[in-house]
């Protein structure tokens, strides 16, 4: 299929600084853009962006790292195209390895001159075969797992990395319930998770980790959940987007998952991203997709004024927003202290 053809079954097109497009996920046919929404091919002197989503639009972090990547842009000339894997809803080995090979097709034909790759997916089964050629330039960001794994960082390879504030999330959660001091980790048996888990199983807390479970069926995940009840007093929630109901090939929607487990434990969540607690978890420290998305396309601004990817160094996502849900609260009781409310950069639920 080439990249036409591939635009027309799976594009809408975006207004950005001048024109962008964005495509949905290959095999997801739509209707061809209305003549209102079609424009011309961008002038091959005009610098070409090509950001590359390792899930689905509609997805609140991918979502969040689009805002960060448009922000960015406002106002330059760059011609921004999105192309979305959808691995987190499909997540066969075999799907993952045709959407990459959809996104290299775009590289090869469209000959964007800087790529934006979030996520892990998107590396592993796309970006890292450019690291170290001359085009296009990458940026990467939203990625887990150690960036060596990928042949990060190369000579045309740079971004930024992604950590969970689970120290952070954890003393948040002990400003509303003191007493929490054995946590779980409960999370889906995903890229994503693999490489938050070996960061948080590192990092100094100031509770004990229990445990940690990666269930895969929603079955096993009603059964971590439960188990954490009597050896946890809070359950750490990371992912929540790759669990299936048996015997099904997509993923459950995630409000469901999270719902299911808000009615059915006893002990409070924790989150590592908003849409956790907007799903339903008492409280978080929070990842930014904003903040990914816009320091992603600041650094493809700078390449696409000059700069090479091998001077223009990796850096870690450093911001983060704390969060809770006060309709959660008031589930399990809790007195929520005047001075940790005013402290707490988002409330919902009151």
């Known amino acids: 299929?080439?990249?036409?053809?591939?635009?027309?079954?799976?594009?809408?097109?975006?207004?950005?600084?001048?024109?962008?497009?964005?495509r949905d996920v290959p095999q997801r046919a739509q209707a061809a853009p209305s003549p209102a929404e079609t424009t011309t091919a961008?002038?091959?002197?005009?610098?070409?962006?090509?950001?590359?989503?390792?899930?689905?639009?509609?997805?609140?972090?991918?979502?969040?790292?689009?805002?960060?990547?448009?922000?960015?842009?406002?106002?330059?000339?760059?011609?921004?195209?999105?192309?979305y894997m959808d691995t987190k809803r499909r997540t066969s080995e075999a799907w993952k390895r045709q959407s990459g090979q959809n996104a290299r097709q775009i590289v090869e034909e469209w000959r964007p001159d800087v790529v934006i790759t979030s996520d892990d997916n998107a590396q592993q089964y796309f970006a890292k075969d450019y690291a170290g050629r001359q085009t296009p330039q990458v940026v990467f960001c939203g990625v887990n797992a150690s960036p060596q794994k990928y042949g990060y960082p190369a000579?045309?390879?740079?971004?930024?990395?992604?950590?969970?504030?689970?120290?952070?999330?954890?003393?948040?959660?002990?400003?509303?319930?003191?007493?929490?001091?054995?946590?779980?980790?409960?999370?889906?048996?995903?890229?994503?998770?693999?490489?938050?888990?070996?960061?948080?199983?590192?990092?100094?807390?100031?509770?004990?980790?229990v445990s940690c479970e990666t269930p895969t069926t929603f079955k096993q995940w009603q059964n971590a959940i439960r188990r954490c009840q009597d050896s946890a007093d809070a359950i750490a929630v990371y992912m929540y987007h790759t669990v299936k109901r048996a015997g099904q090939a997509e993923s459950m929607e995630p409000k469901e998952v999270m719902a299911w487990t808000v009615a059915n434990s006893r002990i409070p969540i924790v989150g590592l991203f908003?849409?956790?607690?907007?799903?339903?978890?008492?409280?978080?420290?929070?990842?930014?997709?904003?903040?990914?998305?816009?320091?992603?396309?600041?650094?493809?601004?700078?390449?696409?004024?000059?700069?090479?990817?091998?001077?223009?160094?990796?850096?870690?996502?450093?911001?983060?927003?704390?969060?809770?849900?006060?309709?959660?609260?008031?589930?399990?009781?809790?007195?929520?202290?005047?001075?940790?409310?005013?402290?707490?950069?988002i409330v919902i639920g009151e």
Not at 186 to 192: A, G, K, L, R, Y
Request: some cysteine.
């Open 1 to 22: 299929m080439g990249v036409h053809a591939i635009l027309l079954a799976a594009v809408s097109v975006l207004a950005l600084s001048t024109s962008a497009c964005r």
């Open 155 to 209: 000579s045309n390879v740079t971004g930024i990395l992604e950590v969970p504030h689970f120290a952070a999330s954890l003393d948040h959660l002990r400003k509303f319930v003191p007493d929490a001091k054995r946590i779980a980790i409960v999370t889906d048996d995903s890229p994503t998770s693999a490489g938050a888990l070996a960061f948080m199983k590192r990092q100094p807390t100031s509770c004990e980790l």
């Open 274 to 345: 908003i849409f956790t607690v907007d799903d339903g978890a008492l409280c978080g420290f929070l990842e930014s997709g904003v903040e990914h998305g816009f320091r992603a396309g600041q650094m493809a601004l700078e390449l696409l004024g000059g700069k090479s990817a091998a001077d223009v160094p990796l850096v870690t996502a450093l911001e983060g927003q704390s969060m809770l849900n006060m309709a959660t609260a008031r589930k399990f009781g809790i007195s929520v202290p005047g001075e940790a409310l005013r402290a707490t950069d």
């Open 42 to 83: 961008p002038p091959r002197t005009e610098k070409k962006v090509l950001l590359v989503h390792s899930y689905h639009t509609g997805y609140p972090w991918v979502d969040a790292i689009t805002q960060g990547v448009k922000r960015a842009f406002a106002g330059s000339h760059a011609h921004l195209e999105i192309f």
